[in-house]
């Protein structure tokens, strides 16, 4: 009896302590090896771990590897920080860039990138530049660099081209962007009942607002804020025009699958069964679209009013963490995944991105046979016609996701686009004041930390 | 003499060690904890860089703040399962109590809910809300409805997570009530058959009486643990549903602390939250000790 009190306690200390002592303990602490953490698939992992261990080979710096499920990678990082144990080298989103500065969780590495020998010209710009940060304004190119670009996702749209074909429509021109006017008639034409069971089975396209309207907003000349991020635009005839535009493809003109159609089956996998003629296409969903049953191409979004095509680039960087013990050897692993030429041809090879080296890519896209063909279309959306993701530079995303919270009755037709807009800029409005309010302060706080 | 004070100052040595684990344990688990999130909600803070010390901001930010009420009320909205719970549940525990063949099967296929893993059971849950697949609009059809889909619809959600809610809590509030039933004294019965009682005064008469501190404590755990609903819409509906429609309080407080990085007005939130279930909880204790009553 005694005795087993005595074991009770004992255990019951044990814990406590134990608990205690877990908090203790960090990475950055000087142990010769890195951690760098990251998130990705299966196939992302194995092409990172190639091109690690060729890394560790080269330079003799051995790198712990971390990764995560994509979902969870944001809530193990921020627990990572809060915990103090930061990992050296880590996946850095565009829309955090800003807060992890001025906390002081990421390191300017402007001068070791620029000892580094790295020629910054041939990635591309809008990659680096979406890691500098100048204090006010994310995306400037004189700001410090904080970070290099894993990729950059030009985010394309695709056709289904056995379709078409069959459906003996024209296919749609590499250059020139069809209007929206002319868009919708191939989508009407295609938009069919094929086996005559008297419902259809064979769409347009199938969109979704929320990850697709961008492209159609900008190409109609509307866009979420002004230029330095003030002011939310939302509510203007050319948004209207566009979230309608697309809102309609469903409800009205009905070249979509319906709101009950696709929760049977979503958009997504109808597009893979072949269902659909037109669907975005991103270079992650490359290796998946190369094995399915008809051959697809690339083309630039249809163009609105302003006649010229848009869509977004998302991307996603690599920084290395303020409180590393070994900056120079953080910023050269950051350096070599990101511009290595080797690093990028193993990652290249393996399907999950497109290359961040100019040259590199150029040659990627010139390849013969390739799948798809237009691949090109990815570099111009880059160079030419993409942008950034209307939060990727605000401090947070509470105000855009605002947006998308209440939006269902415009998608089910219930409620005009114009009048949705009308009704929720006010809130988005509020929402990008506090957070530009909080950018300051923070930026403030810590500037007076430091100083 | 002398022994027993040996023995008794080892004891006491003892008793200490055993006191003050759990006082240690309280202190850094919990007090410590309390009065940093206080402070925290006091502060604008992102988690990661300085805090910085902005008063009752975050606290009159709430007042203005429609998605607090909205998210408020979807989680009073979810406590109306607890009643209908209860009752099913008490329905289900006289079912139990009596000789009926199977008895024990079915007392643990009643319970399997309670100990599965909610993560689990809100996933199969999911795909039974299917609006073209799921189990229950397939069932529905078979009786000529044609189900929405639940949890896509605004008007649905709610009820179907209410549903889910209830499923998964009958278990638990059946054993509990089973075990009230058995522990009422037989003589009562006895004596009311004696005065020609029927089954219905019997029940309400004695059993319902004899069970209320039972029935007392599962509404106070029910709505303590109903506020805090969180990982079944998470996992259901991860944006929160139609136009907001599932988000709970802590789904809200979540959302502000972890993915904006709000932390200072996630825990002010989660402050309110906290002080108004100890609010909801007192007025409780307060009303059972009003109707409470002893038998001799």
């Known amino acids: 009896m005694r005795k087993s009190r005595l074991a009770t306690g004992i255990v019951a200390v044990a814990v406590l302590a134990g608990t205690a002592a877990c908090s203790a303990g960090s990475s950055t602490d000087d142990d010769g090896k890195l951690t760098f953490m990251f998130r990705g698939g299966e196939d992302e992992k194995a092409a990172y771990q190639e091109a690690i261990d060729r890394f560790s080979e080269e330079t003799g710096v051995e790198v712990e590897v971390i990764v995560t499920d994509a979902d969870q990678y944001a809530t193990k990082l921020q627990a990572a920080i809060s915990g103090n144990n930061v990992p050296d080298v880590f996946y850095i989103e565009q829309a955090s860039l800003q807060s992890y500065v001025t906390s002081g969780v990421l390191l300017d590495i402007t001068t070791y990138v620029e000892d580094s020998g790295v020629d910054l010209d ?54 020139e962007p069809l209007t929206w006017d002319e868009w919708l008639d191939i989508l009407k034409d295609v938009t069919k009942d094929t086996d005559g069971d008297g419902e259809l089975d064979q ?45 309609d493809l469903t409800t009205k003109h009905e070249v979509s699958p319906s709101a009950e159609q696709a929760a049977t089956l979503d958009t997504y996998q109808r597009w893979m069964e072949g ?37 977004w680039i998302g991307s996603l960087g690599i920084g290395v963490s303020g409180t590393t013990a070994m900056p120079e050897e953080a910023a050269k692993l950051v350096t070599y995944l990101s511009a290595d030429e080797t690093a990028q041809q193993t990652l290249v090879d393996a399907g999950i991105q497109v290359p961040n080296l100019k040259d590199v890519a150029t040659e990627w896209a010139a390849e013969e046979d390739a799948e798809p063909a237009n691949r090109q279309e ?21 105000w855009y996701d605002e947006m998308w919270t209440n939006i269902q009755p415009v998608i089910d037709g219930k409620q005009t686009a114009a009048e949705y807009l009308e009704e929720v800029q006010p809130r988005m409005q509020q929402l990008l004041d506090e957070a530009n309010t909080q950018a300051e302060q923070a930026a403030a706080a810590n500037a007076g930390a430091e100083g | 003499m002398a022994q027993a004070s040996r023995l008794h100052r080892a004891e006491h040595r003892w008793a200490l060690a055993f006191v003050a684990a759990p006082v240690l344990g309280f202190l850094f688990f919990t007090a410590y904890p309390v009065g940093f999130a206080l402070y925290t909600s006091l502060t604008r803070w992102n988690g ?27 989680t009073v909205f979810y406590m109306i399962g607890i009643p209908v719970g209860l009752a099913l549940s008490l329905l289900l525990a006289i079912g139990m109590n009596r000789a009926i063949p199977l008895r024990s099967v079915l007392r643990t296929v009643y319970y399997i809910p309670v100990i599965s893993s909610l993560a689990a059971i809100a996933i199969l849950w999911q795909w039974a809300y299917n609006g073209d697949f799921g189990l229950v609009n397939q069932a529905l059809s078979l009786v000529g409805i044609e189900g929405p889909n639940w949890l896509a619809d605004t008007t649905w ?9 209830i499923w998964k809590g009958l278990g638990y509030s059946m054993i509990l009530y089973l075990a009230a039933i058995q522990s009422v004294p037989r003589s009562l019965y006895e004596a009311a058959e004696l005065d020609g009682a029927g089954a219905w005064q019997k029940f309400w008469t004695i059993t319902f009486p004899m069970v209320r501190p039972v029935t007392f404590f599962l509404v106070v755990t029910n709505i303590i643990g109903g506020s805090q609903i969180f990982t079944e819409i998470n996992i259901m509906t991860p944006t929160g549903g139609p136009e907001y429609a599932t988000a709970s309080s802590v789904f809200q407080i979540w959302r502000q602390a972890f993915k904006y990085q709000d932390m200072g007005y996630g825990t002010a939130m989660a402050i309110m939250l906290g002080v108004l279930i100890l609010v909801i909880t007192l007025v409780q204790f307060q009303l059972n000790r009003r109707n409470s009553f002893v038998i001799d």
């Open chain 2, 48 to 74: 990661l860089g300085r805090m910085q010390f902005v008063g009752l901001d975050n606290y009159v930010r709430l007042f203005g703040d429609q998605y607090f009420w909205q998210t408020l009320g979807n």
């Open chain 2, 157 to 165: 959600a709610k009820p179907a997570i209410v549903v889910m809610m």
């Open chain 1, 275 to 311: 269902e659909l003629a037109f669907f975005p296409v991103g270079p992650w969903d490359v290796p998946v679209y190369n094995e399915l049953d008809f051959e697809y191409d690339l083309m630039p979004f249809p163009a609105g009013s302003t006649g010229e095509p848009a869509t």
């Open chain 1, 378 to 398: 990815f570099l111009e959306i880059i160079e030419e016609y993409g942008r950034p993701m209307p939060a990727a530079t605000t401090y947070g995303a509470a």
């Open chain 1, 122 to 175: 041939n990635i591309w710009e809008y990659g680096v530049d979406s890691y500098r940060f100048d204090g006010k304004l994310q995306g400037t190119p004189d700001g410090a660099l904080y970070g290099l670009p894993k990729d950059v996702g030009p985010f394309a749209m695709g056709y289904n081209k056995t379709m078409l074909e069959q459906e003996g429509i024209e296919l749609p021109d590499e250059d």
């Open chain 1, 203 to 247: 769409w347009g396209t199938g969109l979704n607002v929320q990850w697709n309207m961008q492209g159609f907003a900008w190409s109609n000349g509307a866009d979420w804020t002004n230029e330095d991020k003030t002011q939310v635009t939302v509510d203007t005839p050319e948004m209207a025009e566009a979230m309608q535009f697309v809102a």
